[in-house]
């Protein structure tokens, strides 16, 4: 069962380069989201994702940039890296994000440090 | 807005001790409650949950209580084990216009042999 896999699980970046990070799903859920973690500062999430096709700004978009690609994949990439972006980063996934009474599903995370 | 408050860690007990984490939550409507454990280095994974006022939710040992009149879903385990250690977020699903998952700061709990 792989559920939500993320990757790279680690990586190193200098400032103003540029990367995705990839997440695919193999539940047929229909809402994915993208958190960073920051310690003192639990999960924020950066962007969402209701159903192929569609895409929303969470709390902290700026300096992202989203795409689901199809119903299985959701990706976030990072334009020109800065140091403050240095977290790590999970992919989450729901069967319906109207359907509040169902949990969401992590990935393993991606540790990201910008030098 | 909708939000999640959590007792600061680290939380540090001996083994066989009782445990409780506090969690307060803000939010219009009737959301549903979770809390989520992580391990080290791995992704978070539910531990339990309540989705209306009342319910209990438990699991491994662990209990939570959603209570609407005080707007709290208190973690508690009668005993434990070193096995235990982790982070525990409290999260709630908005029922806002945005559907988000609100996640609290997270407490790290260290258990001693």
């Known amino acids: 069962n792989a559920g939500v896999t993320q990757t790279p699980k680690f990586q190193v970046l200098k400032t103003g380069q540029s990367m995705t990070l990839q997440c695919a799903q193999d539940?047929?859920?229909?809402?994915m989201y993208w958190y960073r973690q920051d310690p003192g500062m639990g999960l924020r999430l950066i962007y969402y994702s209701a159903s192929e096709g569609t895409t929303d700004k969470g709390e902290v978009p700026n300096g992202y940039n989203v795409s689901r690609l199809n119903k299985r994949e959701f990706s976030l990439r990072l334009e020109s890296a800065a140091p403050s972006q240095t977290s790590v980063y999970f992919c989450a996934s729901r069967v319906e994000l109207t359907v509040m009474n169902t949990e969401a599903f992590f990935g393993q995370g991606t540790r990201l440090t910008v030098v | 807005g909708d939000s999640v408050t959590q007792m600061e860690g680290p939380v540090t007990l001996s083994e066989e001790a009782f445990l409780t984490i506090n969690c307060t939550y803000t939010?219009?409507?009737?959301?549903?409650l979770f809390w989520y454990v992580q391990y080290p280095g791995e992704g978070l994974q539910l531990l339990l949950k309540a989705t209306k006022a009342d319910d209990k939710g438990s699991n491994k040992g662990f209990e939570a209580t959603y209570r609407k009149e005080t707007t709290s879903f208190h973690l508690e385990k009668g005993s434990v084990q070193v096995s235990d250690s982790a982070v525990y977020f409290c999260?709630?699903?908005?029922?806002?216009?945005?559907?988000?998952?609100?996640f609290g700061t997270g407490t790290r709990l260290k258990v001693l042999a």
């Open positions: 939010a219009t409507g009737y959301p549903s």
């Open positions: 539940m047929n859920h229909n809402s």
């Open positions: 999260a709630l699903s908005s029922t806002s216009g945005t559907y988000k998952y609100i």
